[in-house]
């Protein structure tokens, strides 16, 4: 019988040290996905939590939302758990612009936001996938197009690795929690330069008080970044809010006459909605009462609102208010800071 290998010789040391290799992965990757697991899972559950409080907060008394059962239970299914992926510079490479481009640390950090970060992407609004899944998956898709933005966020990831920024900034202006809807603002009722480079659309009921109790902060957002952002409103008026439709309506006939915002604004302003609250608006504005009262009624306004909910279910809006900043998802009435997030990250890297 041939003697066994002596555990401490040279052949043992080397399959060990190939063996912890293979673990690790390739290249400075490895020492990244190491080094920063537990930062990781920490960084990941406060964001949860965050994300939790700040978007589908309601107090218990609250009317339930369309989506949910007369007991205020949820029927939406549960999005799985996010699972970090494993993907190499090879795999990857030939999806990321630049990624080829990148070495040692900054390429280190690029493969670990791209497989440690979630790609919200319109069609996976069931599932929660990597920025590198999301590529691998984008290519097989019959619409492409609808996750076009997953490869803006890619580039992004690139050019800040490259920027040395940590992974843990990387993540902050990569990671927006909510899918990515690709929405067609033609026409609706809008404010600030049509050509900002940051636009927040806002899908909203006139008579939710949460959808109230956001206008301050909208505001608040809207003052801090004047000129670098525009407001687009779309109706969302939802079936148990009887004066929701009517003052929808009745908004849309004052954008007619041009004064859309400041029916909008005595709208939120007002303590309770009925019939004679809506034609005193009219009246206080100075509109055209006569033609206010036909637009109100006609098919063109009604068209107007009802494409407006038609777009809400196309991409699953199931709240008031909701709300999209370049076309990612804010849901609830949340503090400026969570605009601000997005809009700052925007701005930095406007591509």
């Not at 990148?102 to 929660?128: I, M, T, W």
Request: include cysteine; glycine fraction near 6%; proline fraction near 7%.
């Amino acid at each position: 019988m041939p003697d066994l290998p002596n555990p401490t010789g040279t052949s043992t040391v080397f399959g060990m040290l190939a063996f912890a290799l293979l673990l690790g992965g390739a290249g400075a990757y490895g020492g990244y996905h190491l080094g920063y697991a537990n930062a990781t899972i920490e960084a990941q559950a406060r964001q949860d939590q965050a994300a939790r409080a700040s978007a589908d907060a309601r107090p218990a008394e609250a009317a339930p939302a369309r989506g949910e059962g007369a007991d205020g239970t949820s029927k939406k299914k549960e999005k799985p758990p996010f699972e970090p992926t494993t993907l190499t510079r090879v795999e990857l490479s030939p999806l990321v612009p630049g990624l080829g481009s990148l070495s040692g640390e900054a390429e280190a950090k690029a493969l670990y936001v791209l497989n440690n970060v979630v790609g919200a992407c319109v069609p996976c609004f069931e599932q929660q996938y990597s920025i590198g899944k999301c590529l691998q998956r984008e290519a097989m898709l019959v619409d492409a197009t609808l996750c076009a933005d997953v490869k803006t966020v890619a580039s992004r990831v690139v050019r800040l690795a490259k920027a040395n920024k940590s992974p843990d900034e990387i993540r902050n202006q990569t990671e927006f929690t909510q899918p990515w809807v690709p929405l067609d603002v033609t026409g609706r009722p809008s404010r600030g330069p049509a050509d900002a480079p940051v636009t927040l659309v806002e899908y909203s009921d006139f008579q939710c008080p949460y959808c109230k109790s956001a206008q301050p902060n909208l505001k608040i957002v809207e003052e801090k970044y004047a000129g670098k952002l525009r407001i687009v409103f779309m109706n969302d008026p939802l079936p148990m809010h009887s004066m929701a439709r009517p003052a929808a309506l009745a908004a849309a006939a004052a954008e007619e006459q041009g004064r859309f915002w400041e029916y909008h604004d005595a709208l939120f302003a007002s303590e309770g909605l009925d019939e004679a609250r809506l034609v005193r608006i009219a009246n206080d504005l100075g509109l055209n009462v006569p033609k206010w009262e036909a637009d109100r009624k006609s098919l063109q306004v009604d068209q107007r609102v009802s494409e407006d909910q038609r777009t809400a279910e196309k991409w699953k809006i199931t709240s008031t208010p909701s709300f999209f900043v370049n076309g990612y998802k804010v849901k609830g009435a949340v503090a400026p800071e969570v605009f601000a997030r997005i809009i700052d990250a925007e701005l930095a890297d406007p591509s």
